[in-house]
C-alpha cells in the first residue's frame, strides 16, 4: 500500500475516532481502538511506520466437518500455544513488542533479547514478527503450557512487513525462521480435509499432553485460516479462571464446557467419572478460594511473577498495567534482583469479584 493512501487512511480514522494517541513510557504513538477499513484493531503508526494488528482466527467445533467446509485445498498445520500474542519490529535502533491490542509491553521488550536472535532486523528491518509468548512466569495468563516449567518462551507462527497488510507465504517464513535459528511454534507439516486419521490422532495426543490445539492454515493466495482446541484446553480454562467469575460473561464458562462436549463426543472419548469431578471442582474451587481471600483481605486478587532484565522496564511496566487497569487495581508485592534479573511479584485486583462478594458478604440482597 503507497505511502499516500496509507495517510490518507489515517487521515479518515482520526476522524471518525477510530484512533488514539497512545503512551508508553517516553513513547507516543498512534493505535487503532477498533476496526476501521482494511486496518485491524491494534494496528499501530510510528510515524512513517504502519503495523498491522493481527486479525482473529475463526474457531470450527468438529473436526471433521469443519475441515471439509473450509478448506478445498491443501493446509498447514501448526501447534496452537497457550499464551499471549505479541508482534515484534524494528523501530529506530531498538526491537520493540506490541501487545495484541496494540500497546507497546515493557515486559516482553524487556526480555527479546533472551526469547530470540535479534539479528534478522538488522538484516530485514522491514519485518514485523507475530509470536506467542507463553510459560508460568508472564505477566498477562494464570494459564501455561505444561511443557514450559519456568520463566517464559516464544513461538513466532507469522512473518508481516512494516506498511503491508497480509502474511508472508508459509514457506518463506519456515526458510527465514531456519536461517536466523528463530523458534517457530511446532509444525505438522501439509494436510488436506481428507486426512482426518492423522489429524485426529494429532489432536488426541496433544490432548493427551494437556496442549491447547492446532491452527489450519490454507496454503493459497486466500490465506484462509481456522483454529481447532483439544478438550483438556477447555477444563484447563476454567480452572484459572473461575476466580474470575464475575470479571467473565457467564458465557465464557458455558462456551467451555459445549466445546468440551462436542469434543468428547467427535473423538468417542465417554466422560469418567475422574472427569465430572474435574470438572464440578474447576467449577467451584476458584469461587471458594475468592470468597476466602476476600474474607482475609477485602479483596479478590490474581498473583502474577515475571522478571526482567532492567529494573526502570519492571517499573514502567506496572505503571503500564495500572493505566490501562484502572487506579489501585495494581498492587506490587516485591520487586528485587537475583543474579542477572529483577523478579517482580503483583497483584492484579478483580474489582467486580470484589465488589459482588462485599455486598453477598456484607449482607447485601440481590435480585435473581
Sequence with gaps: MDPDTLQETLR????SQRVLTTRIGQRDYLRFSHKFQCFPEGTVVFGP??????????????????????????????EKIDGYNVRLFRHGDEVLALTRRGYVCPFTTDRLQDLLDLRIFDERPELVLCAEVAGPENPYN??????????????????MRQNCPGFLPQREKLQLLEAYSLPGVPGFGRY????????????????????EGLVFKE?????????????????????????????????????????????????????TAALYQELGRSLLAGTLDAIHQYQA???????????????????????????????????????????????????????????????ALGGGIVFD
Excluded: M
Aim: charged residues 25%; glycine residues 8%; hydrophobic residues 40%.
Design 12 to 15: 479518515l480514522a482520526q476522524e
Design 49 to 78: 511506520q504502519f503495523i498491522w494488528g493481527y486479525p482473529k482466527i475463526g474457531r470450527i467445533l468438529r473436526l471433521d466437518p469443519g475441515l471439509q467446509a473450509q478448506f478445498g485445498q491443501a493446509f498447514w498445520v501448526e
Design 142 to 159: 494464570e494459564g501455561s503450557p505444561p511443557f514450559i516449567q519456568e520463566d517464559v518462551q516464544l513461538f513466532i507462527f507469522d512473518l
Design 192 to 211: 488436506r480435509a481428507g486426512d482426518l486419521t492423522a489429524i485426529d490422532s494429532l489432536v488426541c495426543r496433544l490432548d493427551q499432553e494437556g496442549r
Design 219 to 271: 496454503d493459497s493466495s486466500r490465506d484462509h485460516r481456522v483454529k481447532y482446541v483439544t478438550g483438556r484446553i477447555n477444563l484447563s480454562d476454567i480452572h484459572v479462571s473461575e476466580g474470575s467469575f464475575q470479571q467473565l460473561p457467564p458465557e465464557y464458562f458455558l462456551h467451555r464446557i459445549f466445546r468440551l462436549a462436542l469434543f468428547l463426543d467427535e473423538h468417542e472419548l465417554a466422560p
Design 297 to 359: 483481605q477485602h479483596k479478590v486478587c490474581h498473583t502474577f511473577r515475571c522478571r526482567f532484565r532492567r529494573r526502570a522496564n519492571a517499573e514502567l511496566f506496572l505503571q503500564t498495567l495500572e493505566h490501562l487497569l484502572g487506579k489501585g487495581q495494581v498492587r506490587e508485592h516485591r520487586l528485587e534482583q537475583r543474579g542477572d534479573f529483577y523478579h517482580l511479584e503483583f497483584a492484579k485486583v478483580l474489582p467486580r469479584a470484589t465488589g459482588l462478594l462485599g455486598h
